[in-house]
């Protein structure tokens, strides 16, 4: 069978797992239109690879009228919505901007999108909308229960998505993918916080004693998985994307000090973070069964990798951590940067 070759427009496509997805679609062959605002978060450095193959916007989401001329001018079939502010941590000391484009954002943009009667919108939500599990794994149908003021934005954004389906028909399908790991995050993230301190030979602080579980998925399992539902879901339908790779924090900074030959003595455990959730844990059959969607990157290999990655672009990482410690000095002092 010939594969269907789609005009996709993707928000956030500057982001960690927004940019991994145009890599893989322009790769697939499929044409690609990338609106990012370019936050501090957003950068397009990581589309470098597939430069001159997408065209760019930097556009906030939530500019109506931008992203209606966008749509006019462009006409894609599909939109994937990747944008968004992310960061737990800063959700609890801000939400402002959490509500702005998480909420509001996602509102205009599905206006637009019922007006030019765009034919697949793919809403990426996340695993933290259902709130934490002591045991057993979340079902696509379980009930809504986010705890920080993120997977509340999140949250709210998912039941948007859900009335547009039910009261227009419109043509929306929900991810909820887990804790995403792999190169270019930005290094207010667990992961990457760990191996910059790790190289460096600083602390590392872990909250309370780092017994949290959190289920990881490299971003190109991540990408192949949003792929195929934009190929293959059903309309109406939510999905979850989970590895079924469950792992404690602090197994994890064990695993990336062992890879970088640093002592354990580095860990630091500092106060929790307010109403951490304690685990998460997605059953993935659905998407499994139906969507023949499976991940293929081993952890311990996809954390090697991930190391060795950032070992390699160092600069890169090392800017990163720079541009933030200026940036937030004036807003606020970070304790502790979350997993995700
Ligand atoms: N990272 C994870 O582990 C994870 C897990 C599950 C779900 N998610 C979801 O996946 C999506 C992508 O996450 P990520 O980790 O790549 O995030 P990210 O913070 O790396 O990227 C977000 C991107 O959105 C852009 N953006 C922010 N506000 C915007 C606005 N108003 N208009 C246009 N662009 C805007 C930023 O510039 C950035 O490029 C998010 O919706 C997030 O909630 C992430």
Redesign the pocket.
């Known amino acids: 069978m010939r594969k269907k070759i789609y005009k996709i427009l993707v928000?956030?496509?500057?982001?960690?797992?927004?940019?991994?997805f145009v890599r893989q679609a322009v790769k697939q062959g499929h044409q690609m239109v990338v609106?990012?605002?370019?936050?501090?978060?957003?950068?397009l450095a990581?589309l470098k690879s597939v430069q001159g193959k997408f065209v760019f916007y930097k556009?906030?989401?939530?500019?109506l009228q931008k992203v209606m001329i966008i749509l006019k001018k462009e006409r894609p079939r599909a939109i994937v919505?990747?944008?968004?502010?992310?960061?737990v941590d800063r959700s609890i000391l801000d939400a402002s901007?959490f509500v702005?484009?998480?909420i509001?954002?996602t509102q205009q943009l599905l206006t637009a999108s019922r007006e030019m009667g765009i034919k697949r919108f793919i809403h990426?939500?996340?695993?933290?909308v259902y709130g934490e599990i002591s045991r057993g794994k979340f079902k696509e149908h379980f009930p809504l229960n986010p705890n920080s003021p993120?997977s509340a934005s999140?949250a709210s954004?998912d039941f948007l998505v859900k009335a547009y389906i039910h009261t227009f028909g419109f043509p929306a399908i929900i991810?909820?993918?887990?804790?995403?790991?792999g190169p270019?995050?930005?290094p207010e993230?667990f992961i990457p916080v760990i191996i910059y301190k790790a190289i460096k030979n600083q602390k590392i602080p872990v909250y309370a004693k780092g017994l949290n579980v959190r289920e990881w998925?490299h971003?190109s399992d991540?990408a192949r998985a949003v792929l195929a539902t934009l190929e293959l879901g059903q309309e109406g339908e939510i999905y979850n994307?989970g590895s079924a790779l469950e792992c404690k924090n602090i197994t994890l900074v064990k695993m990336i000090l062992k890879i970088l030959a640093r002592s354990q003595h580095l860990i630091t455990f500092v106060k929790d973070r307010p109403g951490h959730d304690f685990r998460y844990a997605l059953d993935s059959h659905k998407i499994q069964n139906n969507l023949f969607w499976k991940p293929h990157v081993d952890f311990e290999e996809g954390i090697f990798q991930t190391v060795q990655w950032y070992q390699e672009n160092f600069t890169w990482l090392e800017r990163k951590v720079k541009f933030l410690e200026n940036y937030w000095k004036q807003i606020y002092k970070p304790t502790h940067e979350g997993e995700?």
């Not at 991810?175 to 790991?181: D, F």
């Open positions: 928000t956030g496509g500057a982001g960690f797992i927004g940019s991994e609106v990012d605002k370019l936050t501090y978060a957003g950068d990581r556009t906030d989401i939530a500019d919505h990747f944008a968004a502010e992310s960061h901007e702005y484009t998480n509001g954002g990426v939500s996340t695993d933290e993120y999140k954004a991810v909820r993918p887990s804790n995403n790991y270019w995050q930005f993230k998925l971003i991540c994307i995700r």
